[in-house]
């Protein structure tokens, strides 16, 4: 059963950084893409960024383009997104996905 | 391109069949899929490539279209079905959502 699972969330000031990660199981980690998708109640569901399974090739929505940064470790199964320059508009529930699985997600909260 | 799935909401009865469309503002080939989210979890992916069901997924669902428009039909609607649906393109990036529908119960 392939499973996903998202941490590093929290409470974080404007203009800070977090780092989220994604843990895989249950899947050959190193021949997937990855994304990460966020969801607010006002905006939905928004695709933020991809990466292809060598890591090679990134994708950004230009909303985080600049101030988000995405990774892989394919050795460790774990894809990363470094967040920083955080604005209030960041808040949203983070999901990674892979090949049509998704994480629970992990909360950001972006306030002073 | 933008996605814009209509309706936004819809209510219906148990056993009637529901369609919700998908309309991309340019063309997107097949690459559209289909997901499913309830209440406080992550969504599901019910279809793929346009009409390709996921493993798992009911065959009470399906999808059809291809270019710029596309539905996602429910047939025998059940009350498990009761969740938000959301399409979302990926021909290229952004992979862009649509807004997504609500579907209840009468």
């Known amino acids: 059963e392939v499973q996903l699972v998202e941490s590093g969330g929290g409470l974080v000031q404007p203009g800070g950084s977090l780092t989220l990660s994604c843990a895989a199981s249950?899947?050959?980690?190193?021949?997937?893409?990855m994304s990460w998708v966020r969801q607010t109640p006002g905006r939905g569901l928004e695709w933020i960024s991809y990466?292809?399974?060598?890591?090679?090739?990134?994708f950004y929505d230009d909303s985080v383009k600049g101030r988000f940064t995405i990774s892989r470790d394919n050795a460790k199964k774990s894809l990363f997104l470094h967040m920083s320059s955080l604005r209030p508009e960041d808040t949203a529930v983070y999901f990674c996905?892979?090949?049509?699985?998704w994480g629970p997600g992990t909360q950001v909260i972006v306030s002073s | 391109t933008q996605m814009t799935q209509s309706p936004s909401s819809l209510s219906a009865s148990v056993r009637d069949t529901v369609t919700i469309s998908c309309r991309a503002s340019q063309g997107i080939n097949k690459y559209l899929a289909w997901y499913q989210q309830k209440p406080g979890k992550a969504p599901r992916l019910l279809i793929y490539d346009s009409s390709n069901l996921q493993s798992g997924v009911s065959s009470r669902f399906s999808g059809r279209g291809s270019g710029t428009d596309f539905t996602l039909t429910i047939a025998d609607l059940q009350p498990e079905d009761v969740a938000t649906y959301y399409c979302q393109k990926y021909d290229s990036a952004p992979w862009t959502f649509g807004q997504g529908t609500k579907v209840e119960i009468k």
């Open positions: 249950g899947l050959t980690f190193n021949i997937f893409e």
């Open positions: 990466i292809s399974a060598s890591g090679a090739i990134k």
């Open positions: 996905l892979s090949a049509g699985n």
